[in-house]
């Protein structure tokens, strides 16, 4: 994982994660995330923004109970090293605490 504060979007926080794929295709993106406030969060992959408010709904508190997952479409990762960014959609917004990320691979 890398924390990111450079480039057009410096104000906001982001993760950046280089994953390698198996075997390209479609995946679906999951995060287990909580937060008492709503924090939505944009989630690129490759530099492509495919869901503009993921994981923005407030949760009852942050113990582990109270994490909630979200989950893109079908996302196509297309090269052998997917390049998974999540990044706030405003500048100066707080940040969800972030469990877990998982890419499924959905079948052909």
């Known amino acids: 994982m890398?924390?990111?504060s450079a480039?057009?979007?410096?104000?906001?926080?982001?993760?950046e994660w280089n994953v390698p794929v198996i075997r390209?295709?479609?995946y679906?993106?999951?995060i287990s995330q909580a937060s008492t406030d709503s924090q939505p969060l944009r989630l690129l992959v490759n530099g492509k923004v495919v869901a503009s408010q993921l994981a923005g709904t407030a949760?009852?508190?942050v113990k582990p109970e109270d994490y909630l997952t979200a989950e893109t479409g079908p996302v196509v990762i297309d090269e052998r090293t997917g390049v998974i960014r999540l990044e706030?959609?405003?500048d100066g917004s707080s940040w969800p605490r972030v469990r877990e990320m998982r890419l499924t691979r959905v079948n052909p």
Do not use: C, H, L, Y
Not at 7 to 15: E, F, I, L, Q
């Open 2 to 4: 890398r924390a990111d």
């Open 7 to 15: 480039g057009p979007a410096a104000k906001r926080r982001s993760a």
């Open 24 to 26: 390209p295709g479609k």
């Open 28 to 30: 679906i993106v999951e």
């Open 59 to 61: 949760t009852t508190g």
């Open 88 to 90: 706030s959609t405003a």
